[in-house]
């Protein structure tokens, strides 16, 4: 009888999932070289994204192969599966996954079996039902999303040195935001900086003629950094001309018009959705307990609370914040997922030496935003930093924390080449429809936007 190896389940290859992964191929070196232990990874994509990057490579600062990382060239000791998770039945031991081969084979979903699981899918974009949204609302998770707005912004500047007709300029240069966390209020301004550098090499269009426009419902932007520095980086927004609208929601942009609950009315074909998260719909197709937010909850062990065999960190997971006042879970952000996964990766390989498990504890060591080239916030260890000194520290801190030395290489190398050179500021927004050209020269019927303006 050949003896089947104990197989570790992990679902997501984001933060969590990527590094709880190489924490599991050091921690589990000799036990994967004998063949007692197998690690599958399934993720939808073939690579890590390191999410802090995507608005400096929306700002052309950052090309966008460097912003991910391959997960089968980091993961060399692991069977990495390009798919989904549809379903879990954790008391069977069993994972229900599609593939990119199932449609194609026309097959049911694979079934799985497993011996230890870790739940690591992240989140998704927490959307309201705003008339307009799902038809005019662009993303920004993921690097597909950042580029494609960077060549939206470009083409919209296209467009408005095009026209003569004033409402269709005014529509173009008109950009609003929705929501003031990092994702937003850093996109929007590595963005405006982009723009406003973009504007020297148009004739007829300048900075003041653009419109950018930050909405956010709650009381200040950034709360992780702090009340003083949100308050200095709605100022130094406004001092840039960017209208930064607290108490505000977005209530429709049907017919490409934001309304606003303030009353105000823009006429723009940009909208840009980053207001929150919320978990991956895999989480309410298990078997596993969900607290009343939809996420898993979890011990401070990092294991499913009340199940063996069961692991989870990241946006995913409910955990235990050790350090502060009882009932308070640690923040789902990057910088506790990092943390975890390795955590995580330690304790699942002390379970399977029968070893005991040992409790994550990290503090909270601060925040770091950009807000465009070399301007930023950041409050890191009780210290505040603002304007260069934080977008610079903004910079080391993620570049110690991008996965792999071969990463941390080429992200400095192209910083060090974007200050000694200008700006690209090329938009590429035909790479959308790579085939388009080709199938208007083989007599098909173009397609409605060729150049992927939305």
């Known amino acids: ?250 209530e429709s942009c049907a017919d490409r018009v934001a309304v606003l609950s303030d009353g105000a009315r823009f006429p723009t074909r940009t909208v840009v959705w980053t207001a929150g998260v919320k978990p991956h719909p895999i989480l309410a197709a298990t078997d596993l307990p969900l607290n009343e937010r939809g996420r898993l909850k979890c011990t401070a062990e990092l294991t499913v609370e009340g199940v063996a065999h069961a692991w989870a960190a990241g946006d995913a997971a409910a955990v235990p914040d050790v350090t502060a006042e009882a009932g308070k879970e640690t923040a789902p952000n990057a910088q506790h997922a990092v943390r975890q996964a390795r955590a995580l990766g330690d304790n699942i390989a002390r379970s399977l030496r029968g070893e005991p498990l040992e409790t994550y504890s990290h503090k909270y060591v601060g925040s770091v935003a950009s807000l465009g080239l070399h301007k930023g916030v950041a409050h890191v260890y009780g210290r505040k930093l603002k304007g260069y000194p934080a977008w610079f520290m903004h910079r080391v801190y993620h570049l110690s924390r991008v996965p792999t030395f071969n990463r941390k290489a080429r992200v400095l190398a192209e910083w060090t080449l974007s200050g000694l050179f200008k700006r690209e500021i090329v938009s590429l927004g035909s790479l959308e429809h790579p085939r388009a050209e080709f199938e208007l020269a083989a007599g098909g019927k173009p397609p409605e936007n060729p150049k992927g303006s939305s």
């Open 1 to 250: 009888m050949v003896k089947e190896p104990m197989r570790i389940l992990i679902v997501g290859g984001g933060y969590v999932g990527l590094y709880t992964a190489l924490r599991l191929q050091r921690q589990l070196k000799p036990e994967l070289g004998r063949g007692d232990v197998e690690i599958v990874v399934v993720s939808p994509d073939p690579y890590m994204t390191y999410q802090p990057f995507l608005p400096e490579a929306a700002a052309g600062s950052i090309s966008p192969r460097h912003v991910v990382v391959p997960l089968r060239r980091v993961l060399d000791k692991c069977k990495v599966v390009i798919g989904e998770a549809t379903a879990i039945n954790h008391a069977k031991r069993v994972a229900t996954l599609t593939t990119l081969a199932t449609e194609e084979e026309g097959s049911a979903a694979e079934q799985l079996t497993y011996d230890e699981l870790v739940l690591a899918p992240g989140s998704i974009s927490r959307t309201l039902p705003v008339p307009g949204l799902a038809d005019h609302g662009i993303g920004f998770k993921t690097v597909e999303e950042a580029i494609g707005l960077r060549n939206h912004v470009i083409e919209q500047m296209d467009i408005a040195s095009s026209t003569r007709d004033p409402a269709i300029r005014d529509a173009a240069l008109t950009f609003v935001f929705v929501g003031g966390g990092y994702a937003g209020v850093e996109a929007l301004g590595e963005l405006e900086d982009m723009a406003r550098y973009t504007a020297r090499y148009y004739h007829n269009v300048k900075p003041e003629d653009m419109k950018w426009i930050l909405v956010e419902a709650s009381d200040r932007i950034l709360p992780e950094v702090g009340e003083e520095m949100g308050r200095y980086t709605v100022t130094e927004l406004r001092r840039r001309n960017i209208d930064v609208r607290l108490h505000t929601r977005l």
